[in-house]
């Protein structure tokens, strides 16, 4: 029997930095656990545009499409803000997501009790946050037609398209469904139904969808609210099912209840492949950070946490992802601190290197 395949896509600024950390991760699995992954490695983003004059070069997006999984670290940079729209470092990652069919993003939300005090919320707000959001990712308004800048008499004019289909707001709904059951059993469905027929689609058809799951309770809510209502109470938030521009907007909302970006990781799922593994892609929220590129400051727990949901939603590995979320959070407890995570005085930032270095170690005491 053939080993899970996992195709590592480092990508620009950090991104290297931190998947280096991820490899002493997936190494310790195969030395420590038995489980050997066929690892296999190439360009995204603005390292791509270098070499092959695109962000994605189609061989990199045909091994996408056959690997287990996909792990991404960052895209874009200075470097590349006045490149044509069609050719910029994000242009690739969409390109994974659309051609993989990737249309729902998991997000989780989740604080660690040592860094309840970092959030810039009060303690009580955020202590035990544990929230996942679900991102419609392959419609909306990013995708919709027609789109474009053009002149209108003679003044420019740009145009997006919010567009969805029942079918693309069900099988997201019903992904949001199933982790809504395997958790808490609430779902709160957010959009803008007072002010677009999109939204009231889209909350006519999470209606119809949620017959399938009486055990659920259902909410809906206008996505202002839903904004407003992560920075009050979010703790009253178990799953949120919400549309790509929504989403977007939301998660990094949400990030910050936990204190950095650099602690987020999220998994973008599509329909199941021959094996009866869903296609899928794992990233960290954060970007490619140029500002700190190369300066040993990066956290790299967002990516390797990417790891561990790679490992419980397309290996069948649940348990050993708790292992590896406990693993980062021991380092926490214990106080070890990227410079990200620095909120008090007198304590001194760990390198990313060492960060990599004690949660691997911690690993190994967890056996």
């Known amino acids: 029997m053939s080993n899970p395949s996992l195709l590592i896509l480092a990508g620009d600024g950090i991104g290297p930095e931190v998947m280096t950390e991820v490899k002493k991760v997936i190494h310790w699995y195969g030395d420590k656990r038995d ?50 729209f069609s050719v910029k470092p994000e242009r690739g990652l969409l390109r994974l997501r659309k051609e993989m069919d990737l249309f729902a993003n998991l997000r989780p939300a989740q604080c660690f009790d040592a860094l309840a005090d970092f959030s810039s919320l009060k303690k009580d707000i955020v202590a035990g946050l544990d929230i996942m959001i679900v991102r419609e990712l392959t419609s909306g308004v990013y995708f919709g037609e027609p789109r474009g800048i053009h002149l209108e008499d003679n003044m420019r004019v740009g145009i997006n398209t919010q567009r ?14 199933e982790l809504a059951m395997k958790r808490d059993k609430r ?6 139904a007072n002010v677009m027929e ?31 209502q992560l920075v009050r109470a979010p703790k009253q938030f178990d799953v949120i ?17 936990t204190g950095s970006l650099g602690m987020l990781p999220s998994a973008s799922l599509g329909f199941p492949m021959a094996n009866g593994r869903p296609k899928a892609m794992y990233e960290p929220v954060h970007g490619s950070a140029p500002d700190i590129t190369g300066q040993g400051k990066a956290n790299p727990i967002a990516c390797i946490l990417s790891f561990a949901m790679a490992l ?23 106080g070890l601190r990227t410079a990200d995570l620095i909120g008090e005085e007198g304590v001194a930032p760990i390198s990313t290197t060492e960060m990599g270095d004690a949660i691997v170690a911690a690993l190994d005491a967890s056996l």
């Open 35 to 84: 489980m050997a992954f066929d690892v296999s490695e190439d360009l995204v983003g603005g390292a791509a545009y270098d070499k092959h004059g695109t962000p994605l070069h189609d061989g990199t997006m045909a091994k996408a499409q056959e690997v287990d999984a996909v792990l991404l670290g960052a895209v874009g940079g200075p470097a590349y803000d006045n490149l044509d």
């Open 164 to 177: 969805y289909t029942e079918a693309e707001i069900e099988r997201g709904a019903r992904a949001a469904f």
């Open 187 to 192: 779902l709160c469905s957010m959009e803008k």
């Open 198 to 228: 999109s939204g009231i689609l889209w909350r006519d058809v999470v209606t119809e969808v949620h017959a399938d799951y009486p055990e659920v309770e259902l909410s809906h809510m206008y996505a202002d609210n839903g904004a407003m």
């Open 241 to 257: 099912y919400t549309d790509n521009l929504f989403g977007d907007i939301l998660s990094d909302c949400a990030a910050m209840l």
């Open 312 to 334: 419980r939603y397309s290996f069948d590995q649940g348990a050993e992802a708790d292992r590896l979320e406990a693993a980062v959070e021991k380092v926490l407890a214990d």
